[in-house]
């Protein structure tokens, strides 16, 4: 485990944990204007996994968009980084609800190529991990952050037979042989979408 | 007014069904803010002509804070007999967000309607789309009967995490038949769909009639509080007719007043020099407080409130509060004491965990002139206190 990841583990810690989890990045960028600090927590293994067992992966992944901000200066080396972790969470999120353990491998299978310092250091920590006998994986077999899909939405139990992408590029609706529809975007897309008769005709 | 929701509830609720515990967050809060609960007869009324005269909709319950709404929203779910979806927002407990509303309301649907879902779907919380689908499959099961959601403080909500242009908390901007939103807000503006709304702060004859009923149940509950009136040589009725004009209707006010009166907080304080308002209280604490200068904690006290203030987007506990403030546990407890009409406690898993009561104290102590007669510097004290929980972290 990383040294911060001992260190939040401590029973010191025990009744801030929750807090610092939650809240600590947003507290170095908001409080402090500390960006250094809050990309190397961020960029900890430790911390990533800690946080992924407690709160879930999606707030995980939010913390990175914390770094997107325009007055949240990094340098361009570190806010390609952080877009390449939360890329490979992002990717690895739909196996991630299902199982936290699997992060360790799922970093590794989408990672392991890219040659930035401060990511092999960090697969470095993630190798370590594990305190049982597992099957590491020791090539990026998996779509990398940055190519193909973003994220993988579950969720239809049959074939999707066809997706349709909306003109602004930001809602999706996907037909499926389960005879279901199903519409993902933010609400104010979906609300634009003119319902055409062949899509109600489906439905 | 039992009678007639007795009658609603047969006529319109489906009671057949055993009715599962509401979430605790909502439990604790009901009970608290049911406590004394007296009148407003003519609001409970107006809800029910709402549900009666209308095929859907929403209802708007408006007034300033500390007037009464959350408890009006609280009752109402118990002359519900809990079979409604209830839900309530609160800053100082930290549920603000859309998702936790979402979260909840779909929930408590699926189990109030026996719906067939295993778990919820990943975006169920994303926006208001799952939500309205389930609003349709229970319109379709309710042959007849309604349903009620109950949301409360709808201004405390953080309406910036949302998608732009939503309606807060993603309410749907149709429903179907027989559904219905009972919500309260403050005045403010916020989007919302097509409703109707209830302005609480024009029933003001109505209101002072039921503050003074309030007046007196407390006061013949506690004995504390007959011993005051009766140094002061008043007549209750005097002592009722003094108070509530004091209290401007809030409800907030009269229960802070009555509390200290009751624990002999103000044995050498006469009727005229009770606090006016609710911000009237406020000051009075605070003057109070400020005015001794010799307290050793006097500065400790101010940092603890104001990290309280900051601190809780959602309750914490005594442990983050002595480490923010760099200060030994035992010692912040002792201080706590000290604030305690003001603050909320709960138990959260096995620990006590603090929160400010009332939002309108938080903002009482954003004011620029209380800030400064506190001598604290808002910025300063954060960063020291984020030092001090980080302190020892290896990077």
């Known amino acids: 485990m990383s040294d911060l990841g001992v260190w939040l583990a401590e029973p010191s810690q025990s009744d801030t944990r929750e807090y610092l989890l939650k809240h600590q990045p947003k507290d170095f960028i908001e409080i402090d204007r500390d960006f250094n600090r809050y990309y190397r927590w961020v960029m900890d293994f430790g911390f990533i996994e800690a946080k992924l067992n407690l709160l879930g992966v999606q707030p995980l992944i939010e913390d990175y968009d914390l770094g997107r901000n325009a007055d949240v200066l990094l340098s361009e080396g570190q806010t390609q980084t952080l877009k390449l972790i939360q890329g490979a969470i992002r990717k690895s999120a739909h196996v991630l609800d299902q199982d936290k353990t699997q992060l360790a491998g799922q970093l590794l299978e989408r990672l392991l190529d890219f040659e930035k310092p401060q990511i092999q250091g960090l697969l470095e920590v993630a190798r370590q991990s594990k305190n049982s006998p597992w099957l590491r994986p020791l090539m990026a077999n998996l779509e990398r952050p940055g190519e193909g899909c973003l994220r993988t939405l579950i969720g239809h139990t049959s074939g999707v037979k066809a997706v349709a992408i909306a003109p602004d590029g930001k809602t999706a609706i996907s037909a499926s042989s389960d005879n279901t529809l199903k519409i993902c975007g933010t609400p104010r897309q979906v609300r634009k979408l003119e319902p055409s008769p062949v899509i109600l005709g489906r439905y | ?253 009269l229960r802070f007043v009555l509390n200290d009166i009751d624990r002999d907080k103000y044995s050498d304080v006469t009727l005229n020099d009770l606090p006016r308002e609710l911000e009237g209280y406020y000051r009075k604490h605070w003057t109070q407080m400020m005015g001794r200068e010799d307290d050793p904690l006097l500065e400790m006290k101010v940092k603890i409130i104001y990290v309280i203030s900051n601190l809780a987007r959602e309750a914490v506990s005594r442990g983050p509060i002595a480490k923010s403030v760099g200060e030994k546990d035992l010692k912040v407890q002792q201080v706590l004491k000290e604030w305690e009409s003001f603050l909320r406690q709960q138990q959260v898993s096995g620990e006590i965990r603090y929160s400010i009561y009332h939002n309108s104290f938080r903002e009482f102590l954003a004011k620029d002139e209380i800030v400064q007669s506190a001598g604290v510097n808002v910025e300063e004290l954060n960063r020291q206190g984020m030092n001090n929980r980080i302190e020892g972290a290896p990077l």
């Not at chain 2, 939500?131 to 319109?139: A, D, F, N, T």
Request: some cysteine.
């Open chain 2, 1 to 253: 007014l039992e009678a007639q929701f007795r009658e609603l509830r047969q006529t319109f609720i489906d009671t057949s069904a055993p009715r599962l515990p509401l979430p605790y967050e909502c439990e604790t809060i009901i009970q608290d803010r049911t406590q004394d609960f007296t009148g407003r007869r003519f609001v409970f009324e107006a809800i029910l002509e709402f549900l009666q005269k209308n095929r859907q909709g929403y209802f708007v319950l408006e007034a300033d804070p500390g007037v009464g709404k959350s408890s009006i929203m609280a009752k109402l779910v118990l002359l519900l007999k809990r079979r409604c979806v209830a839900h309530f927002n609160s800053q100082s407990q930290g549920i603000v967000r859309a998702e936790q509303f979402l979260e909840n309301a779909c929930t408590q649907l699926i189990r109030l309607y026996q719906l067939n879902y295993q778990q919820l779907p990943e975006n169920a919380t994303r926006d208001g789309n799952f939500l309205s689908r389930l609003l349709g499959e229970v319109s379709a099961k309710l042959g007849g009967k309604k349903l009620i959601l109950v949301v409360d403080a709808l201004d405390e909500v953080e309406i910036s995490l949302q998608g732009r242009g939503s309606n807060v908390l993603y309410l749907p901007d149709a429903l179907p038949d027989n559904v219905y939103f009972i919500v309260s807000k403050q005045p403010k503006t916020l989007p919302l769909p097509n409703h109707q709304v209830f302005d609480l702060m024009q029933y003001s004859a109505e209101s002072l009639a039921d503050v003074k009923l309030y007046i007196d149940k407390r006061t013949s509950n506690s004995a504390s509080i007959q011993s005051w009136i009766n140094r002061q040589n008043l007549q209750r009725d005097q002592f009722v007719a003094a108070v509530a004009p004091k209290s401007q209707n809030n409800f907030m006010y």
